[in-house]
């Protein structure tokens, strides 16, 4: 008896800190419940001007300070957390801007920090309403009085022209030895090459940042504040404006501030080829309850190609639908629907190539993200492999299996920087609910064209 009563205490004693676990996820959950989730801080660098935007779940309220000694500007978020991937520091290479700090000030409030060059007066700070993102806050600094060709930037500063922010995204190389994934050198993609261009609309997107200092605690000798909702109200300098869709100079808040952030984005005007793996008669990989690779994959690429579109991209596609690419459909044989697709690249003189596949293993427990290049390719192919592998983790929290070589065949035989990524593996029960559901699609394809984004800088 009493040997039962101790193993049940020892068993008491196991389960504790699983409950305190629990216990402290559920008053976490309950906490931020109708918070605004603070989701990235992208950073842009224009000649005349830098660009950053702070994007939320939901629109959002905030105020704004200046501090002295040296000069920062505060953005104060209310009702919001910070989202644990976002970069609490960045160091900005910029005329106008030092550096970018941001941190969860108290558990209400998100703070934004940027310590800048250019005063009182060449900076603003407004929301942005409509586009892929539900709130968003802009702040500018620069030469932002387009009659005006004056440096502002202090002349301490060594670059006289626009430099390029930092990004978040990983290079190392990263592998897991213990499942390692049997794949064909001639993968066979699918697809009715689309060579018309869909062109584009709207915004764009890039990477996280900050850290904290004035973060920690109350800001003092503060200059002024403004009261505003992102999307409906803002202020600037101590000045609260009530109209709707209005910016801190009076101006209206439309397409054109969205045409601006993608202008600043090395996305807009760049020509790129996505190619959804598989199709027709070629179903891909099949998952454990019967999904297919060829859905997913084209599920993903059409809207990854509305993601582009919208960020200022021209976007060829091989395929939009169930199909082969090749003209000789499935008659074709494997490299001839593999070079079809390579044309399409190559014949549009796209800038990037893409192709999209889910990744399968004999056993259901493998699982991850894997970026591919051609092994004897150039570096910007690592580099685009590397970022998009990287976006893609950081939206649906898939495990990383690296950034590897390959020598598969559309890598190989594309004229442009290119990369085959294989998103999860629809062999795992988890990776393949996550890649059928609506959610697991929209976010691997902004994981992508946050990688894209990256990519281009």
């Known amino acids: 008896m009493k040997r039962v009563l101790f193993l049940l205490s020892v068993i008491a004693v196991m389960l504790l800190p699983m409950a305190g676990v629990s216990a402290a996820e559920s008053d976490f959950s309950e906490r931020v419940s109708g918070m605004a989730e603070i989701t990235a801080v992208r950073v842009n660098s224009g000649a005349d001007k830098i660009r950053i935007v702070v994007d939320a779940s939901k629109p959002i309220r905030y105020t704004t300070m200046t501090l002295k000694n040296p000069d920062r500007v505060i953005v104060d978020i209310q009702g919001a957390w910070l989202a ?3 970069k609490r520091q960045i160091s900005v290479d910029s005329r106008f801007v030092n550096d970018i700090r941001i941190g969860q000030f108290n558990k209400n409030t998100v703070r934004v920090v940027v310590e800048n060059k250019v005063g009182s007066n060449n900076y603003k700070v407004f ?3 409509g586009g892929p993102v539900p709130g968003r806050v802009v702040l500018d600094f620069g ?20 430099t390029k922010p930092n990004t978040s995204s990983s290079s190392s190389v990263q592998k897991n030895p213990s499942e390692t994934k049997p794949t064909s050198q001639t993968r066979k993609p699918s697809s009715a090459a689309q060579t018309q261009p ?16 004035d ?9 002024g504040t403004g009261s505003q909702t992102a999307g409906n109200t803002s202020g600037d300098k101590g000045q609260t404006n009530s109209n709707t869709n209005t910016g801190n100079d009076g ?50 690429a059409n809207e990854l190609r509305r993601l582009l579109v919208a960020e200022g991209a021209t976007v060829y596609m091989t395929r939009t639908t169930d199909t082969e690419v090749s003209p000789k459909g499935a008659n074709a044989s494997d490299i001839e629907e593999l070079q079809a697709r390579c044309d399409v690249a190559n014949n549009t003189k796209s800038d990037i190539f893409l192709s999209i596949h889910m990744d399968s293993f004999s056993s259901g427990a493998a699982k991850g993200t894997t970026g591919y290049y051609y092994s004897l390719g150039s570096k910007r192919s690592r580099d685009l492999a590397d970022k998009v592998r990287q976006g893609v983790i950081d939206q649906i929290g898939t495990q990383s299996r690296g950034t590897q070589s390959c020598n598969f065949y559309v890598v190989k035989h594309t004229d442009m920087p290119a990369t085959l990524v294989e998103v999860a593996f629809i062999s795992n029960p988890q990776e393949e609910q996550l890649l059928n559901s609506e959610d697991g699609i929209k976010k691997a394809a902004q994981g992508i064209a946050d990688g894209i984004a990256d990519y281009f800088g």
Request: hydrophobic letters at 40%; charged letters at 25%; glycine letters at 8%.
């Open 127 to 129: 929301p942005l309403a």
């Open 84 to 86: 644990a991937k976002v």
């Open 143 to 162: 030469n932002l009085n387009d009659s005006s060709k004056t440096v502002i930037a202090t002349p301490d500063v060594k670059k006289p022209a626009a």
């Open 215 to 223: 973060i920690d605690g109350p800001a003092k000798d503060a200059a």
């Open 251 to 300: 101006a209206i808040i439309s397409d054109d501030t969205d045409a601006d952030i993608a202008a600043l984005n090395g996305v807009k005007g760049k020509k790129i080829t996505i190619d959804a793996g598989h199709g027709g008669n070629d179903s891909g990989a099949i998952g454990p309850t019967g999904v297919m690779e060829k859905t997913v994959t084209l599920r993903i």
């Open 198 to 213: 869909v062109t584009p609309t709207k915004p764009a997107a890039t990477t996280p940042v900050s850290k904290s200092e």
